[in-house]
């Protein structure tokens, strides 16, 4: 059998997580993309709501794809859209009391998932999964001629 290359091997591990995340969360009302912004979202609760677009930047997630999970979740009520007073154009999300408590069963389901996702490294506070995600980051970080031009649109 040929060696898979590293793009081909990343793309693996990036649709068996979505796949084993899609599941776990299923039982919660969640999907793995949902998870993502709800999840964000809890992380931010203490300041103030941010917009989608800045959620957008966060997550990684394009700002149309944001909007769209972000009305699914408003719809199950545990997200609320609001207009922001200064930007009549933005809009600012907040986590509701029982998106807060559907998010902390999904930490910990997801919690389960990245602890058996990283035994092979010594687990998630390991040296071996910190040298793995420095890796994963640096090359998420590096500049691929398909990006957008920094000041063109995307």
Not at 23 to 48: D, F, K, M, N, V
Not at 134 to 153: F, R, V, Y
């Amino acid at each position: 059998m040929k060696k898979q290359t590293i793009g081909h091997v990343v793309w693996r591990l990036a649709m068996r997580l979505r796949v084993s995340m899609d599941r776990a969360l299923a039982p919660l009302g969640l999907t793995h993309a949902q998870y993502s912004l709800i999840a964000s979202l809890y992380g931010l609760r203490a300041s103030e709501a941010p917009t989608q677009k800045q959620l957008a930047d966060l997550t990684g997630l394009e700002p149309m794809y944001v909007s769209k999970l972000a009305r699914q979740l408003e719809a199950k009520g545990w997200v609320e859209r609001v207009r922001d007073t200064q930007d009549t154009r933005a809009v600012r999300l907040a986590i509701t009391p029982e998106g807060t408590e559907v998010t902390r069963e999904a930490i910990a389901v997801t919690s389960r998932l990245l602890d058996q996702l990283t035994e092979p490294l010594g687990g998630r506070d390991s040296r071996g999964a910190a040298e793995a995600q420095a890796a994963l980051e640096a090359m998420l970080a590096a500049p691929l001629d398909t990006d957008p031009i920094p000041g063109e649109p995307s």
